[in-house]
C-alpha cells in the first residue's frame, strides 16, 4: 500500500508529522490520550470519546485485529455501541497483520469504512508529556486541506449519541429505567446478567413518568453541565426514594442534580490502571477509567459524602447519599475493556433494589 502523509496539529501551532491508516479525510476535536494496553475495539466504539481525537501510549496497535459484529439480546457482543465514536486516532506504530481467534478484518479497513482518520508514525510518549504539562488541547489531523478547531465541550454531544426511541432488554424481575446519555453496551450486559429488564431511554425523555424499580444514569460524552434538561429530571427523581445508579457522566449528573459542581481536570484519566480508594478503609481497587471532568468534592451538600477517592491526585472516583439508596461511580465498574474488580457494584444496586422492594 502507499503511504499517505498526514499531519496531526495542536492549538499551540505545533505539528507532528506521520502516515494515515485509516480514512483520509480531515477531522478535528479535543486531543485525549489512553494509556491501556489493549481494548481499541472498546475504546473507539465509547460513546464518551465523541469529538474527541484519541491518542493510544501504547506503543503497537492493531495486531489482534477487530473482532465481528455478531449480536446477543439485541447487543453487539465485541463493541461499546454500534459505530466507531473518536473523531481521530494517533498512534506511535500500526500493525496491519493481525492474529486473533475472532477477527475479522484489520483496524485500518475497520476504520476506512467507517470514514474515521487515523495516523501512524507519531511518537505519542512525546505527544503524551505535552498534554500532561500543558493541559488538554484543541487538535486536528489534517490532509491536503485545512479545516477548522472543533471544541467538543460547546456542543450537545449527548444528543449526537443518545437513542432516538425507547427499546426495551430482557425480562427480568427488576426493572431498570436506563439514562442513555451514550450508554456502553457492557453496561447494559451487566445489568442484564443480573435478572432485570431494561428499559433504555433517550437522555432527555422524563423518565419520571416510567414504571421502574431502579434508576440508571450512563456515562456518556462533553461537558456534563450541557445536560440540563437531564439534570433537572434527576433533581426531581432524588427527591424519591427508589434507588439510582450512575457512571461517569451519570454520577458527574447526579452531583450536578444535587446542587453540587463539576470542572475540568488538566488532562483527564484514560487507562485501565488507575487505582480508587474506597474511602474510610484500605480497600484499594484498579479501575478502567475514560473522564476528563470531575466532581468538585468541597461542593457537595451535607446528604453526600465521597465513597471512591482516586489515590493518585485524591479527585472524587464516587458519591454515596447519607441515608437514601443512591450511589455513583466515576471509574467504569463494566470495564470493557479494563479489569473487572469493581463489578460488584452493579451486585449492590440489585440489593438496593431489593431491600426497597422488601421494605414497601
Ligand atoms: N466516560 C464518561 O462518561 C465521561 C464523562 C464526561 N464526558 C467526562 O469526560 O468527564
Same mark, same amino acid.
Given at each position: 500500500?502507499?503511504?499517505?502523509? *498526514? ?27 489512553n494509556?491501556?494496553? &489493549? ?9 464518551s470519546?465523541?469529538g ?33 465514536? +473518536?473523531?481521530?486516532?494517533? +498512534? ?7 492474529? @486473533?481467534?475472532? *477477527? ?25 508529556? &505535552? ?10 489531523? +489534517? ?93 426531581r ?13 451519570? &454520577? ?15 488532562y ?26 470531575a ?10 459524602? +465521597? ?20 450511589? *455513583?461511580?466515576?471509574? @467504569? ?20 433494589i ?7
Amino acid at each position: 500500500m502507499e503511504k499517505t502523509k *498526514a499531519k496531526l496539529v495542536l492549538e499551540d501551532g505545533s505539528a507532528y508529522e506521520g502516515f494515515s491508516f485509516g480514512y483520509q479525510g480531515s477531522s478535528a476535536g479535543e486531543l485525549v490520550f489512553n494509556t491501556a494496553m &489493549t481494548g481499541y475495539p472498546e475504546s473507539l466504539t465509547d460513546p464518551s470519546y465523541k469529538g474527541q481525537i484519541l491518542v493510544a501510549t501504547y506503543p503497537l496497535i492493531g495486531n489482534y485485529g477487530i473482532p465481528n459484529n455478531s449480536k446477543s439480546d439485541n447487543l453487539s457482543r465485541f463493541f461499546e455501541s454500534e459505530a466507531i465514536q +473518536v473523531s481521530g486516532l494517533v +498512534v506511535s506504530e500500526f500493525s496491519g497483520e493481525y492474529s @486473533h481467534w475472532n *477477527a475479522t478484518k484489520s483496524l485500518s479497513v475497520w476504520l476506512q469504512e467507517q470514514k474515521i482518520p487515523a495516523i501512524t508514525g507519531i511518537d505519542t510518549r512525546a505527544l503524551t508529556k &505535552t498534554i500532561r504539562e500543558n493541559g488538554s488541547t484543541l487538535a486536528k489531523i +489534517v490532509f491536503t486541506k485545512d479545516i477548522a478547531w472543533r471544541n467538543p465541550d460547546t456542543e450537545d454531544l449527548v444528543g449526537q449519541v443518545s437513542i432516538k426511541e425507547k427499546q426495551i432488554y430482557g425480562n427480568g424481575k427488576h426493572r431498570i429505567a436506563l439514562i442513555d446519555c451514550g450508554v456502553k453496551n457492557n453496561i447494559i450486559r451487566c445489568l442484564l446478567s443480573r435478572d432485570t429488564t431494561v428499559v433504555r431511554l433517550p437522555y432527555d425523555y422524563d423518565f419520571n413518568q416510567e414504571a421502574w424499580d431502579g434508576l440508571f444514569i450512563s456515562n456518556g460524552p462533553g461537558d456534563p453541565k450541557m445536560n440540563t434538561k437531564t439534570i433537572a429530571h434527576l433533581a426531581r427523581a432524588l427527591e424519591g426514594e427508589k434507588p439510582i445508579m450512575g457512571i461517569c457522566l451519570g &454520577t458527574q449528573l447526579m452531583a450536578l442534580a444535587s446542587g453540587a459542581n463539576t470542572y475540568k481536570l488538566p488532562y483527564g484519566h484514560r487507562s485501565h490502571n488507575q487505582p480508587v480508594v474506597l474511602c474510610g478503609t484500605d480497600r484499594c481497587f484498579i479501575t478502567s477509567q475514560n473522564h476528563g471532568f470531575a466532581i468538585d468534592r468541597d461542593s457537595l451538600d451535607s446528604d453526600w459524602y +465521597v465513597m471512591f477517592e482516586n489515590a493518585n491526585d485524591k479527585t472524587c472516583e464516587g458519591i454515596k447519599h447519607i441515608s437514601k439508596p443512591f450511589f *455513583a461511580a466515576q471509574f @467504569h465498574p463494566e470495564a470493557s475493556g479494563g479489569p473487572t474488580d469493581t463489578e460488584f457494584l452493579f451486585d449492590d444496586f440489585i440489593e438496593s433494589i431489593e431491600n426497597h422492594k422488601r421494605n414497601l
